[in-house]
């Protein structure tokens, strides 16, 4: 049954898993998931060659969080794994980060096992699981972090962690301030896109009005905006039950733009968001601006500013934003926002075969 999103009432009993209060929870779990970071001793190596994240889904996105993050402030390249396998590079010299939330997904423990095999450093992030238990027992340095939320609403525990143990083994700095900046802009924000917030004044809520019946597409910017065009495509899946897709300036223009003549039925409805920031090379302004023009005559469009005080902060700002209106476009047409059924059922189907 459709919701009237200004009915918090009945927003909040389609909501089985608790994904608004999770949401609405975001600054102060950025802000734990820095503290957890501090916990476990770790080792005392400082000459890695590479980084590689090895996760799936909701706990692989905090790795490209930290792949764009660090691109100008670590001294060396993060590689993000989706995976079973690792690539042939990785070995003594690589940092691992093996991020699980429930600690039971078969391509991240079968990608911890190769990490452990080929002497890498690995730590672990998780909620425990077999993960968390295979950690232990190796001795393995374990950022443990709360149970009880979906994966995809645990975007703090699940990529802050990480920025805490950099600065602790010496690889970032400042990075303390920068999640308290994270923290207090998304304090702000949640007083516009939470549940509250009538229609009215809710740009979350206006986006997906928006939204509704219309294919959402999603452009960012290679460098500043593009893992949260990823992140919104995945949380239009996940909350909406939605199709979504995602592509990043400029690549697209040498592609994807072409693909706009037919078929008109099709194009009516797919509706283009481009997240834009501060940031994005004056090359790309240029390039959103003209594609524009080419493509508005076949497809809605809709451009969305980042905001807030620090790179990070603004990709936050745009994550936020993503989170709400995807949650709140499940509502529109009477979805519960939290269980993923298809992926329990897909996880449960291939445990049958080991
Ligand atoms: O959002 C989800 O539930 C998924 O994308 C999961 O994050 C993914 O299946 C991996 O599971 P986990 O995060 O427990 O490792």
Redesign the pocket.
């Given at each position: 049954m459709r919701i009237d999103l200004d009915n918090v009432k009945a927003l909040r009993e389609l909501d089985s898993a608790g994904m608004l209060e999770a949401a609405w929870n975001l600054p102060e779990q950025c802000a734990q998931a820095w503290s957890l970071a501090q916990d476990p001793p770790l080792p005392q190596i400082a000459d890695w060659r590479h980084l590689l994240v090895t996760?799936?889904?909701?706990?692989?996105i905090g790795g490209d969080l930290l792949r764009v993050f660090a691109a100008d402030k670590l001294g060396i390249p993060v590689l993000v794994n989706r995976d079973y396998t690792l690539p042939w590079f990785v070995n003594r010299e690589t940092l691992v980060f093996a991020?699980?939330?429930?600690?039971?997904?078969e391509e991240?423990l079968s990608a911890y096992g190769a990490a452990r095999e080929r002497g890498t450093t690995v730590v672990a992030i998780?909620t425990g699981?077999e993960l968390g238990r295979r950690a232990a027992d190796d001795g393995v340095p374990v950022v443990r972090i709360p149970t009880g939320i979906?994966?995809?609403a645990a975007t703090g525990y699940?990529f802050i962690p990480m920025l805490g143990i950099l600065e602790r083994l010496g690889l970032l700095f400042g990075m303390e301030a920068e999640v308290t900046g994270v923290s207090a802009h998304l304090r702000e924000l949640r007083g516009r896109y939470g549940p509250e917030t009538p229609a009215r004044d809710n740009p979350a809520k206006q986006l997906a009005a928006n939204l509704q019946h219309r294919l959402p597409v999603i452009w960012g910017a290679t460098g500043t905006t593009e893992v949260v065009a990823q992140r919104w495509k995945?949380q239009f899946n996940?909350n909406a039950k939605a199709p979504a897709y995602w592509n990043v300036f400029p690549e697209l223009n040498h592609n994807e733009v072409v693909g706009f003549e037919q078929p008109e039925d099709l194009l009516g409805r797919i509706w283009l968001i481009v997240l834009r920031d501060e940031q994005d090379h004056p090359r790309v302004r240029l390039r959103m601006k003209v594609t524009r023009e080419m493509v508005k005559k076949a497809a809605g469009w809709t451009e969305v500013d980042s905001s807030g005080p620090t790179g990070l902060a603004r990709v936050y700002s745009l994550i936020y934003l993503g989170d709400y209106a995807s949650m709140y476009l499940a509502a529109l047409a009477g979805i519960d926002p939290g269980p993923?059924q298809v992926?329990d059922f897909l996880?449960n189907e291939l445990a049958k075969h080991e």
């Open positions: 996760g799936l889904g909701g706990s692989a991020v699980s939330y429930s600690g039971n997904t991240t998780t699981g979906q994966p995809r699940l995945g996940e993923v992926i996880k």
